[in-house]
């Protein structure tokens, strides 16, 4: 097992295979997602990020008629998938770790089984609104951004818990991601104010950055020189993801803010169908990672959403 760094730095300049994959809905079955990804482990990505999905509020009608809000996870079993994926195949799982939802104790207890389970990478992240409310608000004795998440992380590899009721106080060792979005985080007031956030991040112990999606190229390369102008210099790797149907066009901009280039845009409108939709999405990633390779990112790192096909094609190209 080893660090996001360890790979980077052992890597020669050579861009790493990665991929995000994420839990099945509540009741599915985890061979069915093993399955489903194994092609790629074929390509022996050194990491794979396994996403958290927090809790949401759905409304429940009782038979006397009143409504009542019920509590429940649509995707649990992020921890144990990390466990599945040590056990199955020869990579290092990289759990998302989120403020929403948890208390610091509540934190502390994961970061402890992750530990326990020899996990060394954790991407320490905010997360966003429980559904169906509209904005953001940590719980009682929890988190409201990642860069307080960030420093409990540190805090714990330092020997540091919350409480101090054990004399016995041995620290992790986690290598801690972190969120970074080229075209701005939708919530924030401006680029300036999103920027001064991600330094902070890095300031309190970021070790490196996974971008969010993007389809322009220069958004990463403007991104990329204005951290390195900015004193942000950990590594950071681009996020892709593969458009593959009509209906991204529009959901993808409004769901992340962000910009799909026009000349992309139009060729997949002249796209008949969905299949001819996934072969030009295909073919934009595919010269998105030529760039990428040849710009000198530290890796590739693919949104699959546990699927195999789309990203299978692109990495055979690229790697
Ligand atoms: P933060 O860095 O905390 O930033 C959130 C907002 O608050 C930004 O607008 C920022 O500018 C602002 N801000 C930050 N610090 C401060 C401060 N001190 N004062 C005032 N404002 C501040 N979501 C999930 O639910 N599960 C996942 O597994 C998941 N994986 C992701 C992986 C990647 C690579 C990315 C890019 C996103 C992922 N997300 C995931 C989505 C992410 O949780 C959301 O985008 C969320 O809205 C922001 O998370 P963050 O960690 O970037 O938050």
Redesign the pocket.
């Given at each position: 097992m080893a660090k996001v760094t360890e790979h980077i730095a052992n890597s020669k300049g050579q861009p790493l295979f990665s991929i995000?994959i994420?839990p099945p809905v509540k009741g599915g079955k985890i061979d069915e997602l093993l399955n489903d990804i194994t092609p790629l482990m074929e390509l022996k990505p050194k990491f794979v990020?396994?996403?958290?999905?927090?809790e949401e509020y759905l409304s429940q009608t009782r038979d006397d008629g009143t409504v009542i809000q019920v509590k429940t996870r649509k995707r649990p079993g992020?921890v144990g998938i990390c466990a599945a994926l040590m056990h199955k195949f020869d990579t290092d799982p990289v759990p998302?770790v989120?403020?929403?939802g948890f208390t610091r104790d509540d934190t502390e207890d994961l970061l402890i089984d992750l530990n326990y389970l020899g996990i060394e990478n954790v991407?320490?992240?905010?997360?966003?609104?429980a559904k169906p409310f509209t904005s953001?608000k940590p719980r009682k004795g929890g988190?409201?951004?990642?860069?307080?998440?960030i420093t409990q992380i540190r805090e714990m590899n330092e020997g540091k818990y919350l409480h101090q009721t054990s004399e016995y106080l041995n620290n992790s060792d986690f290598c801690i991601?972190?969120?970074?979005?080229p075209e701005?985080?939708?919530?924030?007031?401006s680029s300036r104010?999103?920027?001064?956030?991600?330094k902070?991040?890095v300031a309190r112990g970021a070790d490196y950055?996974?971008?969010?999606?993007f389809f322009d190229n220069r958004k990463y390369f403007d991104f990329v020189e204005k951290c390195r102008t900015h004193g942000i210099n950990v590594p950071i790797i681009p996020?892709l993801k593969i458009l593959s149907t009509k209906k991204q066009l529009e959901v993808l901009p409004r769901l992340?803010y962000l910009n799909i280039p026009e000349e992309f845009a139009t060729a997949i409108r002249q796209c008949k169908d969905d299949k001819e939709v996934r072969k030009v999405g295909i073919e934009w990633c595919i010269r998105q990672c030529r760039e990428l390779k040849a710009f000198g990112v530290p890796a590739l790192?693919f949104?699959t959403m546990s699927k195999s096909t789309t990203t299978l094609a692109v990495a055979r190209e690229v790697f």
């Open positions: 995000e994420i990020d396994v996403t958290y999905h927090r992020t998302h989120l403020c929403g991407m320490a992240l905010r997360g966003d609104h953001f988190h409201a951004y990642a860069s307080e998440l991601g972190a969120a970074a979005y701005k985080h939708f919530e924030a007031e104010v999103d920027f001064e956030h991600l902070q991040k950055l996974v971008t969010q999606m996020g992340f790192h949104y």
